[in-house]
């Protein structure tokens, strides 16, 4: 189950550079770079410990065109499952 009140935090040790819509972020512990899209990028800062999944589906309704019946929440769920599963955030969702 989803918890939507989660707020996750992105690892400190990791190098960001944005190029153009890309977004490179280099984790300094795995010494291996992730490229992230416009979508993962918005994301990506708002994994602050401050905005909760709710926040950032609404931070992406308002700076992407989304159709109002899709489902955002679990495209945040899975980046963000795919920030942790590659030890990119601070606590495991």
Same mark, same amino acid.
């Given at each position: ?12 040790? =990791?190098?960001?550079?944005?190029? $153009?819509?890309? #977004?490179? =972020? ?7 770079? &992730?490229? *992230?899209?416009? #979508?993962?990028?918005?994301? %990506?800062? *708002?994994?602050? $410990?401050? &905005?909760?999944? #709710? ?14 019946? &899709?489902?955002? *929440?679990?495209?945040? %769920?899975? #980046? ?6 590659? $030890?990119? *955030?601070?606590?495991?969702?």
């Amino acid at each position: 189950m989803i918890t939507y009140a989660l707020r996750p935090i992105r690892k400190s040790n =990791i190098m960001v550079k944005d190029i $153009g819509n890309e #977004t490179l =972020i280099y984790s300094l512990d795995q010494e291996k770079v &992730h490229v *992230l899209n416009p #979508t993962a990028r918005v994301i %990506w800062k *708002l994994c602050d $410990g401050e &905005h909760s999944l #709710t926040d950032i589906e609404k931070e992406l309704r308002s700076k992407f065109f989304i159709a109002s019946d &899709h489902d955002v *929440l679990d495209d945040v %769920w899975q #980046t963000l499952s795919n920030f942790a599963s590659q $030890g990119l *955030l601070q606590k495991s969702i």
